[in-house]
């Protein structure tokens, strides 16, 4: 277990796996074990040093499988340096000021406060209306989502860095 960090994530359309396929490469440069599995198959984080976990936001929420393993897992998480991320806003700008000052799914904020992550951030997205049904189609285009891949590639190893100098000194 020296070092070892599990990346779990929730996403539909592999925006999110994308970030957290990002914040494994860093990991990994910095000199750390890392796992990246999608969160229905990431098992026991009671295998880990650290946790970083993140999904995709769709309508204020993160995907079921992200949200189930917070739940499940929230003693052993309680008990290890966590972080949390969520991605989904397109556009540029703030991700945070582009979602009114949402910053993580309201459902899961009291199992966050009791795990008591490190950090939680809010990544913009991607949105490619290609790998998108007929109905969220229309939808986006109704609410004048921008369409495009968003993702700050910068800030998402910026974050990853300071995540692998902290549990460095560790």
Known sequence: MDNKVLVAYG???GATAGI????????????????VVPADRAGDPGQYTAVV??????AGA???????????NEEKLAERPVWLFSSGPT???DPVQLMNGWRFPQ???????????????Y??????????SLP????????????????????IAAWATAIADALKKE
């Open 123 to 132: 990544f913009h997205g991607l949105l490619d209306l290609k790998k998108l």
């Open 20 to 35: 957290a396929e990002k914040i494994g490469e860093v990991l990994r440069q910095a000199g750390l074990g890392v796992d």
């Open 91 to 93: 556009g540029h700008g």
């Open 136 to 155: 969220e189609q229309l939808l986006l285009k109704a609410m004048k989502a921008p369409v495009g891949d968003y993702r700050d590639w910068d800030a």
């Open 11 to 13: 996403t539909k359309y």
């Open 53 to 58: 976990l993140g999904s995709a936001v769709y």
């Open 107 to 121: 459902e899961q904020q009291a199992t966050a406060d009791r795990i008591k992550p490190r950090d939680i951030v």
């Open 62 to 72: 993160w995907r079921k499988e992200a949200a189930e393993f917070l739940e499940a």
